[in-house]
């Protein structure tokens, strides 16, 4: 009987990038990019299996330095700029759980561009989870600091129009529906969702949400981004748990 434990970690980790080159060893206050990932996942108790899924050697030479797993190369053909990442996903789960021999519960995505997630989030989203049967996944999101209902316009023959309609009903900032963003940040499935969904996840499936601060809502994806979110977290608005464990010469 194969055995079924609980949650698979998985950081996807491309070796090419077309926003800014090489950014997932790139040193991000003081540790490459895909280490802060790493170490969020080996501080999570929830974490049975953390592996990275990766095409480049230096990518996983770096994350065997820093405790991951990488026990396979992914596939050319699911390393092209215009991959998808879900079947991304599919393959990691399906190659992983072939290797231990073992099935999982959930999957969890930990993209490296979005390093200021905390342990405390993973635990949360997946308490949530666990608690609701009936959903297949938990997304993170963060409340933006302008509601698109209430400032986004598009120009429609020549003019201003209102890029949701109805958005100009509102009378009150206040009476406008909250929005959310889906941030980057956590991602966790069921794996029977996983296994059995061969197209992108958004296009079914019931999902809850798991809200954080929209000031660790991190995305990088271009050397701007890389430097916001670096300034962010070395001067402290942003505090990494990891980091404060580490040595101060550590951050030097």
């Known amino acids: 009987m194969i055995e079924e434990r609980g949650?698979?970690?998985?950081?996807?980790?491309?070796?090419?990038?077309?926003?800014?080159?090489?950014?997932?060893?790139?040193?991000?206050?003081?540790?490459?990019?895909?280490?802060?990932?790493?170490?969020?996942?080996?501080?999570?108790?929830?974490?049975?299996?953390l592996i990275v899924s990766t095409d480049d050697p230096a990518i996983a030479a770096v994350a065997r330095e820093f405790g991951a797993d990488v026990p396979f190369l992914r596939p050319a053909d699911l390393a092209q700029d215009d991959t998808p990442l879900w079947p991304v996903l599919r393959h990691a789960l399906d190659t992983v759980q072939?290797?231990?021999d073992r099935r999982y519960r959930y999957l969890m995505l930990l993209d490296p561009t979005?390093?200021?997630?905390?342990?405390?989030?993973?635990?949360?989203?997946l308490r949530r989870l666990s608690e609701r049967p009936e959903a297949d996944g938990i997304i993170g999101v963060s409340q933006p600091d302008f509601n698109p209902l209430w400032h986004c316009v598009v120009e429609k023959d020549g003019w201003m129009g209102d890029l949701i309609n109805g958005a100009s009903s509102y009378d009150r900032?206040?009476?406008?529906?909250?929005?959310?963003?889906?941030?980057?940040?956590?991602?966790?499935?069921?794996?029977?969702?996983?296994?059995?969904?061969?197209?992108?996840?958004?296009d079914t499936g019931r999902y809850l949400m798991h809200s954080i601060p929209d000031i660790r809502a991190v995305s990088i994806d271009n050397i701007d981004e890389f430097r916001q979110a670096e300034l962010m977290v070395t001067h402290?608005?942003?505090?990494?748990?990891?980091?404060?464990?580490?040595?101060?010469s550590a951050l030097a």
């Open 7 to 49: 949650l698979l970690a998985v950081i996807p980790a491309r070796g090419g990038s077309r926003g800014l080159a090489g950014k997932n060893i790139r040193t991000f206050a003081g540790l490459p990019l895909i280490a802060h990932s790493i170490l969020l996942a080996k501080m999570c108790r929830e974490v049975d299996r």
């Open 98 to 100: 072939r290797l231990d």
């Open 114 to 125: 979005s390093p200021t997630r905390l342990p405390e989030d993973v635990t949360a989203a």
């Open 173 to 202: 900032r206040q009476d406008v529906p909250v929005v959310y963003r889906i941030n980057g940040t956590l991602y966790i499935w069921r794996t029977a969702f996983v296994r059995t969904h061969s197209f992108e996840w958004r």
């Open 236 to 248: 402290g608005f942003v505090q990494l748990p990891w980091l404060e464990k580490r040595k101060p």
